[in-house]
Structure formats: structure tokens, C-alpha cells
């Protein structure tokens, strides 16, 4: 600790902040309700052509992502930056946001999901998550993380399908979500059966029908469980002290001191929990309304409607942060290492900004450069930016990947089932 300290103090003592604490509180979960998580995780049942899973977007290969900038969902074939169209079944769009890791979010910390923070635990509202549901939203989750599986199944770009296409895209289209022979009582069905999983459901649920937050549960429970991830080199560090290389001990310290990194990344999984603007280039289809005609993404401004909250996307935790690129609420950079530079003039760098960076599988009559090619929205963007340009040398931001190396633990447990109860064939 003696050492840390006085590399802070070399590195800016007026910026230097405190060390986090390793005392994340972290729910647990019967094992039977994990086991049964891990299957519906790789299962492609709940999508509505019976062909994406949950892990097809969020797998382990790719950091719990998809390692791509914008992915491709329903009507894709194959995984990660193999990922291709199907030319019987083309997809309408991209993915319109970056696939986020999965790591630590079964810790009590993580009270809210998304880029934009639009799911959150919130006593006042209908079963104690808000929602955009608002007050069609049911009881029954027993988390934000286990809500949060209520959103790719009903996204035509992600699980539910193309519109009209299969039952599950038919009763989303129509608005049938919550209601008997809606989208998600077809999905219930579906699992209920398959003899496997009725007999795992009965181990954890007893005989009662199986609900659709009953499997958002479970796969909630296999989340937390399978990534959670704090025992890092940083970690043990917090606890004991053990040593850390050179390089990414002046890392750390540039992080906690003259970078002031800690100043939106902070706690024991680098993230605050709140929303910044840092003039990040937006492409792809963004984030619009039905009756909406534009491709831009205003980040919690969508959530909120409060022209200030423009442009903030969530502050990412840093965990495992080196094994998850593309990086960004679109995964606008393909390296860790051109993201921190953007870190140090954001408004310059989104001028500058060549979408040749991103790992975007190829999508005919994409509007991928829409925004890219306004000036009055690349100004928008750069307006709402909040970071002040700062510099650091060639050898200080090696000294910051460094440390950021430190932050990896991947931490899988049960791993990718070789086989699942429908019979689909497992993501591998």
C-alpha cells in the first residue's frame, strides 16, 4: 500500500482518490435454479423462430458479448465477427446498441440495466421494476437482471422475429405480451413442454405452471452466478495487498491520480452507476420511435425526456473490460487502446471519427453512416460532451492498459452445455 501511495502522490496529489473497497454484496441462488439458468441460456426455444439464444449475443467466447459493434439477431447465422446474414431470412436491421458483458451483475450494486438505464429496481412501480412496460408490467421477477430477460425476447432484431412471421413476433406485434396467449405465455408453453424441463421446474417451483418470470429467474440466476467475476489481480490486491507488475501499478495509479479515470469509473467494478455524455460517434439504425423518421441514439434522454440527459449512455464496468471489445454503447472502437484516447478529447476525436473502426457485420442498406454524415447531429453530439481534454503520454496510456489487464477475471463455472432439453442446437 506504502508503494501505491507514493505513486499516487508522484502522480497528481490534487487528483488522487481513494482505493475502492472489495466488499461487493452479491446475491446467491440454489443450485438447481443456476443448473436450470445455464440450459435456457443456451436454449434457442425462447426466440421466436426457435434459432437465437441468449447466448447467441452474450457469449462466453466474446467476453459475455458478441464481438461485434452492432449485432445481428434474428435471421444471423453463425457467432461473433463470423456472424452473417441469412439470405432466406435477411434481417431488417442491426442490433441498434453494443451487446454489454454480463459480468458481476448479480451484484446488489447493478439496480438498473441497459445502456440507458430504462429497467431499474423502483419500489413504486408495478412489481417493483420500472420499465417502459409502465403499468402493463407484472409481478414475479425476482430482480432487475431477471426483468431484463424480458426484452430480447420481444425485440424483432434480437429473439421474437421478423413481424408475422412465427407466433411469438405475431402476438408482439399486436400487443399481446402479459395476457393469456401472449407472446410470453407461447414461450411458457413452448418450455413447459419439453419432460426435461418441466421435471427442473419442479425442483425449483414445485408444480406450479411455468411462468415466464419463472425462466427469466432462472436465467437470471445462471447470469449472476456463471460471471460473476471478483477475483481479479485488482481484487486481490484491495484484499491483500498481493503485487501487482510495475507497468500496471503506475497504471493504477494514473487512474486513481493524474487520469482521473475514478472520476465516472469508480467503485470495485470501475463504474458509478450513472450516465455521461462523452461524444461517442453514433452509427447504425439508433434509437427511434415507430413514427419516428431518424437513425440517432440520445441515450438516457429517451428514458428520462429531459433534454440534459442527452447523449449519456451508462458508465461501464471495467471488469474484464480487455476481453470484450468492440467498445462503447455501439462499439464504436475495435481496440481498449483507441478508446482511452477518445477518453482524451472526445469532441476532437468524434470529428475524426472513421467508422472503419468498427467490426460491423456486413448489412446491405444499413443507414449505418446517418448521423455520421450530419453535421448539425455530429454537433449535438459533440455539444452534450462533458469530459475536458487532457493529455497523456504514449508510455502512460500503456501503463493504463496494463492496469486495466489487471481487472480480468473470466470467471465461468458451469461452462456451455453440450446438449439442451429442447434438442436445438447448442451456440457454440
Known amino acids: 500500500m506504502k508503494k501505491l501511495l507514493l505513486l499516487l502522490a508522484l502522480a497528481s496529489p490534487a487528483h488522487a482518490g481513494p482505493l475502492p473497497q472489495a466488499d461487493a454484496q452479491f446475491t446467491t441462488y440454489p443450485a438447481d435454479q443456476v443448473a436450470l439458468g445455464q440450459l435456457l441460456f443456451y436454449d434457442p426455444v425462447l426466440s421466436g423462430s426457435q434459432k437465437v439464444a441468449c447466448a447467441t449475443c452474450h457469449h ?60 431499474e429496481a423502483d419500489p413504486s412501480q408495478p412489481g417493483g421494476i420500472r420499465t417502459p412496460m409502465g403499468a402493463e408490467m407484472v409481478s414475479g421477477f425476482d430482480s432487475p437482471l431477471a426483468a431484463q430477460a424480458m426484452f430480447p425476447v420481444l425485440a424483432g432484431d434480437e429473439m421474437a422475429g421478423h413481424y408475422g412471421e412465427n407466433d411469438v413476433s405475431r402476438a408482439v406485434s399486436q400487443g399481446l405480451i402479459t395476457v393469456e396467449g401472449g407472446a410470453w405465455a407461447i414461450i411458457a408453453a413452448r418450455v413447459a413442454a419439453i419432460p426435461e424441463y418441466r421435471a427442473r421446474f419442479n425442483a425449483v417451483i414445485g408444480d406450479a ?48 491520480g493524474k487520469a482521473g479515470c475514478d472520476s465516472c469509473h469508480s467503485g470495485q467494478f470501475q463504474t458509478d452507476q450513472r450516465f455521461h455524455a462523452i461524444a461517442m460517434p453514433q452509427f447504425g439504425p439508433g434509437k427511434a420511435a415507430e413514427f419516428e423518421d431518424h437513425h440517432r441514439d440520445t441515450g438516457r434522454m429517451r428514458v428520462t425526456g429531459d433534454p440534459a440527459d442527452a ?45 472503419s473502426q468498427a467490426l460491423l457485420p456486413p448489412l446491405s442498406n444499413s443507414p449505418d ?18 469530459l475536458v481534454p487532457q493529455v497523456l503520454s504514449d508510455t502512460e496510456i500503456a501503463d493504463l492498459l496494463a492496469f486495466l489487464q489487471t481487472l480480468e477475471d473470466p470467471a465461468s463455472r458451469l461452462g456451455i452445455p453440450e446438449t439442451i432439453p429442447s434438442g436445438l442446437p447448442v451456440p457454440f
Open 311 to 355: 447523449y449519456r449512455f451508462r458508465t461501464p464496468s471495467l471488469r474484464n473490460i480487455t476481453l470484450t471489445a468492440p467498445y462503447g454503447h455501439d462499439g464504436a472502437y475495435a481496440s481498449l487502446e483507441a478508446m482511452i484516447r477518445h477518453h482524451l478529447n472526445p469532441v476532437k476525436a468524434l470529428n475524426a471519427y472513421d467508422i
Open 209 to 256: 405452471p411455468i411462468r415466464f418470470t419463472d425462466i427469466a429467474n432462472a436465467i437470471a440466476a445462471f447470469t449472476a452466478t456463471e460471471w460473476r467475476a471478483d477475483n481479479s489481480p485488482f481484487d486481490q490486491y484491495l484484499r491483500d495487498q498481493t503485487s501487482l507488475p510495475d507497468a500496471a501499478m503506475r497504471g493504477l495509479a494514473l487512474f486513481y
Open 60 to 119: 462466453p467466447r466474446f467476453g459475455t458479448s458478441d464481438g461485434v459493434s452492432l449485432g445481428l439477431g434474428d435471421g444471423g447465422i453463425g457467432l461473433g465477427p463470423a456472424r452473417r446474414t441469412d439470405p432466406a431470412n435477411l434481417p431488417p436491421r442491426r442490433v441498434a446498441r453494443n451487446a454489454p458483458a454480463l459480468f458481476n451483475l448479480g451484484a446488489a450494486e447493478f439496480a438498473s440495466l441497459f445502456h440507458d438505464g430504462r429497467l
Open 369 to 386: 453512416t446517418w448521423v455520421l454524415d450530419r453535421p448539425a447531429e455530429m454537433q449535438a453530439i459533440a455539444t452534450a460532451n462533458e
